[in-house]
C-alpha cells in the first residue's frame, strides 16, 4: 500500500465480478501516464469507495503497472419482513428502498443498523416502544445475500394519564379539549389519541399556550414537562407544570410605519379595542387583515410587526402595528400543473388575477374559490414565488389534482322508488378537458323510458356568459304502483336553450326558451276522476280510443254482448277506457341567483339563493306559470362540525284563459264538492315531495294530497303549492377523503293545493343520518330516517339509497 | 405456520404471563383483621399508595382529597379532614371521553412531630395535626408531589416534586427554607423515590440513577454518588431511576436502581462500599443482618448486609411484579400484581403462605406497625390489616 | 404447515426460480417480442435479481426499462434506467439507455383519450414533455453520433414547438380578453425562450397587435416590419381578425371529436 | 348592455406620484428600477426604451390607457414622457375586497421576502 510516487504506465483491475472494469476507469481519478503519489491514492480509494459497490480496495504496485485489487459487496437477492402488523410490508420496503437497500442493489453492511433504526423511529412514532427489530444475512453463491428482518412489535404503550399541574383559572378538561394526545377511552382504538408521540405532545403544548396567550395570559409559561412510564413498560404519564401569570388587558392601539393606505383606513381593521382583554389571536387576526389588505394592491410581501409595549405594573399592553409594505409587485407569469386532462384555457379563465399585472392577493383568492367550484379537481394548490433576479416580480403557479368529474354509468342502477334502472348514462362536466358539459342519458325503469342529450358551454363568451341546449323525450306510465302516483301515462318531449348571465362575482340571472309537448293517456276506470274532469273542464272532452282485439270469428272484438260468430258481418266496436290529450307548451323560465358557496361538491361555507319563474307563454294549450325559490345555506360551526340548512317553496297557478276557466273541486280525500273554481295549475306540473332527494323516510312523491282508490290503492295528486326543507349536521373532517360525508339531518316539508290551506301541523317531519360517497361511478347517498311527524296512510320508507345520480 | 399458532396465545405470549401459583404444603393461617375501601384508588395514575403507621394509628388519604386517621386495632375512624379539593368534570358533548379528574392526593402521608404531612398532584403540600385532623398550614410546590413529605427530627418538612426540585419547608408554617434543582432525563420510570434523613444529611435518589445528599440546615449539596450510569441507544434503554425506597445503617446508605445495580455506600461520603448487579423499581428492606430486595423478574432476594452475597433468592413468584419487601414476624411479605400477599420464611425465603384481597394489583410497599400488623393498600383503594401469623 | 404456505405462494415450484439465466432470458425475450410486457417484466425482473452479473444481466436491466415502459408503468422504468446508468456507465448501449429516459418522460401522459380525440396536447400538463426535451438535449451532447442522435433532434424540434405553441395559445387568450401587456410579454418569451421555433412569426405578429392595443404606434410599427423581413406570408399581414377564430371555428373541438376524418 | 358582468381587466405596474417625480436625467437604469420597480414593456427590438404601460377596464366603458415611456442613453436616463395613472390605493383596495380574502392557511409559512428590497 505505501509506496512512493511514480509514473502510471498501466492500470490493471483485480477482483471485479458483478462490476465492468470501464466503470472502475470511469470513477478512478487516476489515468495511464499520471504521477502517482500518496495522496492520489488516498483519494482514488476514497472515490471507489464512495461508488458503494466495493467492501474493500487495494492499490498496489508491480514494477510501474498500478494494480487496483477490489472485493465487491454482494448484490441483494430477497428482503423478507415477518411480524409487521402495524406498518403494511411496502411502506416498509418504500421506506427501506429510500435508503439504498432493496432487491438487486449491492449490500451495503452500514445500511443494514440504519435500517433497524429507520424501523426503530417510524415504530417510535407510533408509540411502540417496546418493539424488537432482528435483522439476519445470509450469504448466498455468486455473492449474494438474502436479508430477513424480524419484528416483534409488542404492545403500545399507551397513555394512562395527563395532568397539568398550575391551572387555577381553567379546568384540565376545558384546556385539553382539542388535545391530539388523549387518555384511552373507549374510541382510542379508532382515533389511537392515547398513542404517546413527542410531535403530538409538543403540538398540544402548543395548543394549551395559544389557548392562554389568546386569553390574555402575556406572561404564560410551560415550565417544564415530565413524561414517566410504568414499569411495565405499558403505560405512559404526563405531567405539564405551567405558570398562569396575570392577565393584560390592552392600553393603546396604533397603526405605524409606511401604511400606503390612510391611517384610519388601516385603524378600522384592528379588532382590539383599549381596554379589552389582550388575544393573541385577534392580534394575528389583525396583522392578517393588514396585510391581505395591501396584498390586494401590490404589496405581496407585505409584513405587520405587532410590537407590544408591556406595563407590567398595571397589567397593560400597549400594540403598535408596525406596516413594512415591502415592494410593489407585478405578476410576471401564471402556470397551470396537474391538468393532464383538462384545458390550460378552462383554468386560466378562471383566473381574475392576470399576467403583467400587479399583484393582487383577493384576486388570487378568488380564483381559487373559482377553480375549487369547477368540481373538475380534488385540490387546488396556489404558489407566489419570487422571480429569480426579479426583486419585484412574482409568478403565480397553480398545482391541481383532477378528479374524474363525470359519470360513465352503463348497466343497472337502482332507485327505491323507481325500482330496477336500466341505464345508459355519461355525464361529463368537463368533457374531454374542455370544461364543457355533456350529458346522454338512456334510463329505462318500471314505469319510465326516459332519452336526454344536453350539452353546454360555460363560456361561450369570454366573460362567462354560457349557452346550452336539451332535448329530451320521456314517457311515464304512472299506472304503476311503485310510483305512488295518479294513474296516467304522460309522454313528455322538450327542447330547449339555456343560459346563464352572470351580474357579478356570485350574481347571475337565467334565461332558458323551450317548447314541450305533453301526451296524456288517462284510463276512465283507474284515474282518478278530478284528473279526467280538469283535462276535460280546461281542454274539452276527448272520445274514448276504441279497442282492438280479434274475437273467435276474425273480427275486430265486439261486444261480447253482439259477437254473431259471422266473419262476413262486422261488429260495433267497444270502446277501451283510454282516451288521450296533447297539450302544446311553450316555456320561458327566468331566474335570479346568488351563489357563494367555496365548493362544488362539498361546500363547507356560503350561501345559495335562486328564484326563478317559469312561464307557458300565451297561445299555448294550457297557460300557467310556477314560481320557485331555492335557498341553500352552509357554515362551520366547528372545524369537525358543519351545517347545512336549505328550504324550497314552489307556487303555481294557470293564467289567462285557463285561469278563466271553471273546474269542479275535490276535498282532501277527494270527495267531488258541488262548486267550481277556476283550474289552478295543470296536475301534471304539480309539486311532489318525498322520497330520497326530498323528505326522507317517505316513499317518493307520496307526501301531500292522496286519492284513494277502492281499498288500499291510493295514488298521490301532488299539489301546486310546495313547502319544504331540511337541517343537517354534518361532519367534514371525519373521513379523510373528502368525496365522503356522513351527516345528521332534519328534514320537512308538504305540498298542498294553495297557500291557503298551508298548516305547520301537516307539515311531515322526519329525521335521520344518511352518508353521501362520490364514487368513480357518480354519487351514492344512502339514508336512514325515522318520521316523526305524519298522517296514518302515508306510506314510510325508513331506509332509502340513491345509486348513478338522479338524472 | 406461525400464524395458527399464534392464535391461540404463542410461547412468547405466555413468556410475559405472570407465573401460576403453585400449591403450598403447610400454608400458615393468615386472616384480616378489618378492611377498608378508600374510592378508586390510584391505579390510574400510576402511584404507589400506601398507609403510614405510628404507634396505634393508621393514616390514609382516599380518591376525594381527603386523609384519614384510622385506628390499627378495629380501622374505625378517628378523624377525616379535607386536604386538597378534587374537582371532576366531563363535558356532557364529549361523550366518548371519560370524566377528567383534577387534583387529589398522590403517595402516602408524612408523619412526624405530631403532624401529617399529604402531597397533592397539582403541587399541594398539606399539614395536618396528627391527633386532631386540623389544618396547620398549606402551601404549594412548583409540580406534583408524587412521593410521601419528610418530617425531619429537626422540624424541617422536606418535599420532592415531580420537576426535579427538592423543597426544604418550614415545620410551622410551610415558609420555604431552601431549594435544590437537578434536571431530569426526558424519560423516567413512574413515581419519585421518599426522601430518607439521617446524620444531618437528607438523601434522595433521582431519576437519572444517581443518590444526592443535601445538608438539611441549607439544602446545599454535600456529596452525590451515580449508582447505575445510564447507557443504551435510546431512552427506553437508558431508564436507571432509583425510585424505590432506600435504608440508611450505621453510617452505611443501601440503594438500588431500577437499571439493575444495587449499591451499598458511606452514608457521610459517598464512598462506594460493595454492589450488586440486581436492579429493582421498588426498594429495600434493611434488617439487622440481611437486606431484602424483589428485582423487576420477580425475585425475591434475601443479600447479607456487609457484602452483598446473596444468602437465599425465591424464584417461584416471576413476573408477578412483586412490591418493595417488608418484613412481618419472621416472614417476609411482598404485594403482586395479582392483588395476591404472599409470606415467605424470613429464615430460607420459602413460601410459607399467601391471601388474595382482590383482583386489582398491590403497588404500594406493605407498612407493619411496631406490634406487627401489617397494613396494605391496593391500587382499586382496597385497605386491609392482617394480625401477626403464628 | 409447509401445505398450508405453498398454497399462497407458488414461490419455489414457479419456473422463474429453477430456470438457468440462458433460458429465463430467452423466455424474457419472446414474452417481449410478442408484447405480452406483463410476463416478460417478470422474468427479467426475476432474472436480474437471480444472476446479478455476466452479460445477460446487464442486457436484462435495459430490457426491463423498455418492459416497464411499454407497460406505461413510467415511475418503475425511469428508476430501472437509472439504476442501469449508475450501475453501468460504459455500457456499450449506454446511448441507448438516455434516449430511452428520454422517451419515458416524452409519452408520459399520451396514452389516455386525449390523444384519440385529436386535442391539442399543448395545452394540458407540460412536465413531461419539458423533462423529455432536457433528456433529449442530454443524448445529444453526450453521444452526438449516437444512433439514437438524429431521432432525439426531430423530438426536441416537435418538442420546442409544441411548448412554444402553448405560450402562444396563452397569448392569443390574453389578446382576446385585452390584457395587452400579458401577451406582448408571452409573445417575447417564445422568441426568448424557443428561438427558430415554428411559432416564431406568430409571437412578432401577437407582439405587434398587443403593442396596437395599448396603442404603441411605433413599437408596433417596428415589430410588424421585422415581421414582414422573416414572415412575408404569415396570416396575421392581411387578415385583421387574426389570430380571431370565426364562431364555427370555436366549436372546431367538435369536429376534432370523430377520430375517424 | 350595461348589466352583465365584465371582469375588471388591469395590466401594467402602479405609480406612485411621489416616486415618479424624484425621476433626474442621467440616473442608472439601476436607480430607476429602485424607485418605480421594472418596466412592464421592456421590447427586445427597443432596448433603449422602457415602457410603464398601465390599463384598466372596469365593468361599464371600454380600457383606459396610460403609458409612461422612458428614453435611455447607453445607461443613463436621457427623458421621459406620457402619464400614468393616479395614485387610487384606497378605491383599489375597497374594489378588490369585494372579492374578498381567504383566511390565511395557517401551516402555510408567510412568504419569504426576496433578497435586494
Redesign the interface.
Known sequence: QNFDAFQVADIRVEGLQRIAPGTVFTYLPVERGDQIDRRKTAEAIRALFRTGFFSDVRLERQGDILVVVVTERPAINTITL?GNKDIQTEDLLNGLRGIGLSEGETFNPLNLDRVTQEL?RQY?NRGK??VSIVPTVSNLDRNRVDISIVI?EGKASRI??I?????ETF???VL??NWES??S???SWYRRDDQYSREKLSGDLEKLTNFYLDRGYVDFNV??T????????R?I?V?A?VAEGPVYTVSSVKVSGETILPQEELERLIILKEGDTFSRGLVELTSDAIIATLGNVGYAFAQVNPVPEIDRDNRTIGLNFFVDPGPRVQVRRIEFSGNTTTADEVLRREMRQFEGSWFSQAAIDRSKIRLQRLGFFDTVDVETPPVPGQPDMVDVKITVKERNSGQFTFGLGYQQSYGLITTLQLVQNNFVGTGNRFALSLQHNSYSEQFALSFTDPYFTDDGISLGFSIAHSDFDYSDRDANLANFNNAVSSAEFFSLIPLTETDAISVSLGIDRNQITTDDFNTPPMLIDYLVDSLGDRARYPQYHVDNDGNPQTDPSNDDDDPSTTDPLTLGPYRKWNINAWRLQLGWQRDSRNDFLMPTRGLYHRIGAEIVLPGSDLEYYRINYNFEHYWLIRSWLGLRTAAEIGYGDSYGDTRKQQCRVYDELGELTTEFENCGLPFFRNYYVGGPNSVRGFEANSIGPIYTFGDSYQQALGGSFKTAGSFELYFPTLFDNRGTRLSAFFDWGNVYRGPDVWEAKTLRLSAGISLTWQSPMGPIAISYAAPLQYERHDQIERLQFTFGGSF | ??T?KGWFSSD?KKALEPAELVEIANPIRVDAAWSRNLGDGRA???LRQRAAIDGERVFVSNDEGRVLALDLATGRTLWDSAAVEV?R???RL?F?????R?GGLSGGPGLGNGMVVAGG???EVVALDADTGAERWRTRV???VLASPLVTAGGLIVVRS???RVFGLNGHDGSRKWVFDRG?P??????NGAPIEGGGLVYLGYDDGSIVALRALDGALAWEQLIAPPEGR?D?ER?ADVDGEMQLGLNELYAVS?HGMMMALASDSGRPLWNRDIGS?GGLTLLSDRLLVAD?DGNVWALDRNSGAALWKQDALARR?LTTPAVQGDYVVVGDIEGYLHWLRLSDGTLAGRRRIERAPILGTPQVSASGVLVAVTAEGELIAFPQPQ | ?AT??GWFDRQDSEPTETLPVEAMYSEAKSAMNSHNYERSGRYFQRLVARFPYGPYSEQSQLELAYVLYKQGRQEEATSAVNRFIRTYPTHRHIDYAYYLKALINFDRNGSNILRLLRQDMSSRDLAGPTQAMNDFADVIRRYPNSRYAPDARQRMIFLRNLLARHEFNVGAYYLRREAFVAAANRGKYILQAYPQSAHEGDALALMERAYRGLGEEQLAADTRRVLELNYPEHPALNDAGWPEKGFFDRLDFLNRLNPFD | CGIVYRQPVFQGTLLDKEYVDQLKVGMTRQQVFSLIGSPSVADPFHQSRWDYVQTARRRTGDTEIKNLTLYFEGDALARWEGEYFPEADSELAAEMRRFGNLARDKDKPRQPRPAGN
Open positions: 415477518t426503530l417510535n416502544y417496546n416483534a394512562r394519564d395532568n397539568i399541574v398550575g391551572n379546568g384540565e378538561d385539553r379539549r388523549g387518555t377511552n373507549w374510541l415550565e417544564s415530565q413524561v414517566a412510564i410504568s414499569p411495565d413498560k403505560d404519564f405531567t407544570n | 405456520c406461525a395458527i412468547k390510574r395514575q400510576g374537582t368534570s366531563g363535558s364529549s366518548w371521553k371519560k370524566g377528567i383534577d398532584r397539582n403541587g412548583t409540580s406534583e415531580g420537576d426535579g431530569l426526558n424519560l423516567s420510570v413512574r413515581g435510546n427506553l431508564l431500577y423499581y423487576p411484579w | 404447515c398450508i404456505k
